[in-house]
């Protein structure tokens, strides 16, 4: 499975204006009749249902957008260059190669997104005919395409994920509860994909549930495959840890649920926030001798009083599966059904245009003004009236140093700062 890649993308360059003059009598030159250029084509991502891996960027790593026509004579508007959409599967993750920052999660509503936006076609000649100068020989350059190396992630999309170490059952768990038929086999790391099937519990609207590939202790410093699929975990809102109760491989289960408690705060300490569950699986194989400890005993003693319930089940039998479900269903319906979805830290149309100048100055007592085309740029794509847009705004602010500049003009608390129309009230953090 490729649940990586790393890919060069560009938007198409605007067509250049034309320069040419109609034959007219009485007219100087004839008129300047040259029409504009063709707008450049977009990169645009859309999310393809049908898709779950990455695995068409294995074998193409370019993709590049038409670019817009010039303009012709006669008034004629060159052709708009076609767009280029790139098909992903729903819950990829596109982030700028060179900062690591998220361009786009293309999950939850976001199913289609233009990354890169292509040139502005030049105006033609015929704009620039006034009075003075009845004979412009001159039409304006096509807008530059953009171009980027970014890096795709997917990340499976599941309310609830299995994980465990291999060959504890994860996969028999999942093919006996939903319609998924993950490939199962007696070796470690069969499971080489992240495989998502539907629970369809009677009097409920079901759920997702993801075998997360087996994971190994290290896998968090990148050995073993675990590593790769320790992402997809970030989704899910409840974990079940699969334990092998009957340690018929020899393991304590309660030493390899510690394992991967800590592979995963080792990954991301916030995947320890989830709430959590533990399947003591193929409890129709424990044996026991006279003075032995339960195992499902020793693991409810353990883990219960820190708030994981212990559900004895046995995938190959079906028994207990039920009950464990439903509790994590009522788990469920107490969260925001909406995935997660993760938020944009990078913009590249504003970035990509970070040399282009601004000013920021005191214009009056209690005002200061902030302009130029960087500023305008980053207006005109954020939604200030979102608060992950107004956040971002912030962010933006800060980052290009204009925040220290107002500071060192001697803003206070109260003061008004105008960029553009909009006017904004400044307080300290």
Do not use: C
């Not at 099937?197 to 202790?217: C, H, K, M, S, W």
């Amino acid at each position: 499975m490729i649940d990586s890649a790393r890919i060069f993308i560009k938007s198409g360059k605007g067509g250049d204006g034309h320069v040419s003059f109609r034959r007219e009598l009485f007219v100087a030159a004839g008129g300047p009749d040259g029409g504009d250029g063709g707008r450049g084509g977009d990169i645009i991502f859309e999310v393809d249902k049908g898709l779950n891996t990455l695995n068409d960027f294995r074998h193409v790593r370019k993709y590049i957008a038409q670019s817009g026509e010039d303009g012709k004579k006669r008034r004629s508007h060159g052709a708009d260059g076609q767009d280029l959409i790139v098909k992903v599967p729903e819950g990829t993750i596109i982030r700028d190669d060179a900062s690591g920052k998220i361009i786009a999660d293309m999950s939850g509503k976001n199913m289609r997104e233009v990354i890169l936006k292509g040139g502005r076609g030049g105006a033609g000649n015929m704009h620039f005919a006034t009075p003075t100068m009845q004979v412009p020989k001159f039409a304006k350059p096509g807008q530059p395409a953009m171009e980027l190396w970014v890096r795709l992630e997917l990340k499976v999309i599941a309310d609830v994920g299995l994980v465990g170490y291999p060959n504890v059952g994860k996969s028999t768990i999942l093919s006996m509860v939903t319609n998924a038929k993950p490939k199962i086999a007696n070796y470690h790391f069969t499971t080489l994909d992240p495989y998502v099937g539907i629970v369809d519990l009677e009097g409920t609207n079901g759920f997702a549930l993801a075998d997360i590939p087996g994971l190994i202790e290290g896998a968090s410093e990148g050995i073993g495959l675990g590593f790769q699929f320790l992402k997809h975990i970030q989704r899910t809102k409840v974990l079940i840890h699969v334990v092998d109760a009957a340690s018929t491989e020899g393991r304590d289960p309660i030493e390899d649920i510690r394992t991967i408690q800590n592979e995963l705060a080792s990954y991301d300490p916030e995947l320890l926030k989830k709430p959590a569950v533990i399947a003591a699986n193929k409890v129709d194989v424990i044996q026991t001798e006279d003075g032995d400890e339960d195992p499902i005993e020793r693991l409810k003693n353990t883990f219960e009083p820190e708030g994981l319930k212990v559900f004895p089940v046995s995938a190959a039998s079906n028994q207990g599966l039920k009950e464990l479900l439903y509790h994590v269903w009522q788990i469920l319906s107490t969260m925001d059904p909406e995935p997660t979805v993760y938020e944009k830290e990078y913009v590249p149309e504003y970035d990509l245009g970070s040399n282009l100048p601004y000013t920021v100055e005191k214009t009056d007592e209690h005002l200061f003004t902030v302009e130029g085309p960087r500023i305008e740029k980053m207006l005109g794509y954020t939604n200030l009236d979102s608060e992950k847009g107004f956040t971002f705004f912030q962010r933006f602010l800060k980052e290009t140093g204009i925040l220290k500049e107002l500071e060192d003009l001697g803003i206070e608390d109260g003061d008004t700062v105008k960029m553009y129309g909009q006017h904004f009230d400044y307080y300290h953090e």
